[in-house]
């Protein structure tokens, strides 16, 4: 067979042939966006309401507080059973899920900002059939959805 009567391997010829002359043909990596921690975001006033909550749920929790941030600012897939059980209390203590851990977008919805409104709505778009054995396992796959589908504005307090 000749490269001319295949076409896939005429592409693949000429890729490398680009690598061999010099372009970069390194696999590429993908980078992920930073969080936005700026005075305006997260909100403060959601913050402010938050932050009690969260110091509850560290207590009931033992989840370490540098954990929450880590997964809030960097790495989505910790697989930390105290972190899981934390985003559920939270959950829980803000009253947006149910004894079954179902989500319930509208009392979500009241924590948040009416600006911020439809970010939280992209981000969560995805984000609708949690799976998890339990209900921290659920907690944890709602955020782990919501940071993945948009890493700019998730948060985790």
Known sequence: MLVQDSPLLLLVLLLVTQCLDGADCSTTTTQRPAPRRDGQYPPPETLAFLRP???????????????????????????????????????????????????????????????????????????TRPKGKDVCERAFWFHKCWKTSDPVHYYLV
């Open 53 to 127: 909550l969260g110091k509850l749920c560290l207590e009931e929790t033992g989840v370490s507080p540098e954990a929450v941030k880590r997964f809030s600012d960097a790495d989505p897939f910790d697989d930390n059973r105290a972190l899981k059980c934390y985003m559920d209390c939270m959950f829980r203590v803000t009253n947006v899920t149910d004894d079954r851990g179902e989500l319930h977008m509208g009392k979500l919805l009241e924590h948040v900002p009416t600006e911020f409104e439809d970010i939280a709505l992209r981000m969560g778009v995805r984000c």
